[in-house]
């Protein structure tokens, strides 16, 4: 996938706190790879394994914890957390020494299933959007990769199915399924925000840092260059969003936002840095923080948003992100 300039994709492979993190984030991958697939139960070739969350947007912490997916073509694999595959990825949590796995998405999906509920009410009910989306998102495979390519691959071209070489087509699907999600998190967060005995503080602040930007950070290319055909998107779940975000910012040519841009990395590596507080959500509550934090966030906000209303991009692009 080629791009006009490298400016932006070379300011995020020389801030050094970030590679950091993507290295630790590597390594952890590495382990957790060799792990599952030391199980005999993962030698099965028809069922696929990937992590998502911090692992899977390499910006891993001292407290992060794994989200892990388990997705198959095979109808008689699907089961719920009480299938083997789902109790030993549990067993090798916790012998790795992450915290308790978030176990309402935990269970074999089936990739059928997935695609018939795009759009249906059990898209959200049963967690398919999440599944699908994280994937898309922020995944990197742990077992069988090339059965999670395949798997991968069908999803994105069910986006891309009205696609052909006869017209100019627009991935205005895909764009409105992304934005639904940022909407969904948003109302998800909302019902936290009412419930007083659940912490809502750090919930608010991965809203307006690592969720917006994972979300927007691939918005960004299908709105800022044609990406016609699955085979163009594909690359780009490759990336993570960080890097995506680069790749966006690239094509929109214009290297007048780079100080802006690393104005952002720094303020996301504060953001990383407070989700290794334990006590980040009792000191959020003072107005100081308050303060801080709110500037932060409108500075990522407001970066993203001149990237997505770039004159650079089309009007057309524009107004799909409003109407």
Partial sequence: MGCIVSNFQNILAQFEPLQKRKLESERRISELESEINSSSLFQNKLIAVYCAGSLGRHDFGVLSDLDLFVITKESSLQGEIDSPFCQKLIEINNALGYPRLTERFL???????????????????????????????????????????????????????????DRIFSPTFLVNDLLRYWRTLCLNYEQIRQNPDRPWRKKNINLKFSRMITVFSTVLPLIAMPIRCEGEFLPLTEKTPLERLAYGLDNLGDNGLSSDFQQFMEDYETFLGWKEDDGIDERMKGPSAEKEIAEMANRTSSFLYSALMHENTSLDSRRVLVL
């Fill in 107 to 165: 269970k074999v999906h089936l990739l059928s299933e997935n695609l018939k509920a795009v759009g249906a009410p059990k898209d959200d009910t049963e967690n398919f959007f999440t599944m699908r989306m994280l994937m898309l998102l922020e995944s990197k495979p742990v077992a069988n990769e090339e059965i999670y390519g395949s798997c991968l691959s069908e999803i994105v071209g069910h986006y891309y199915r009205d696609a052909n070489d």
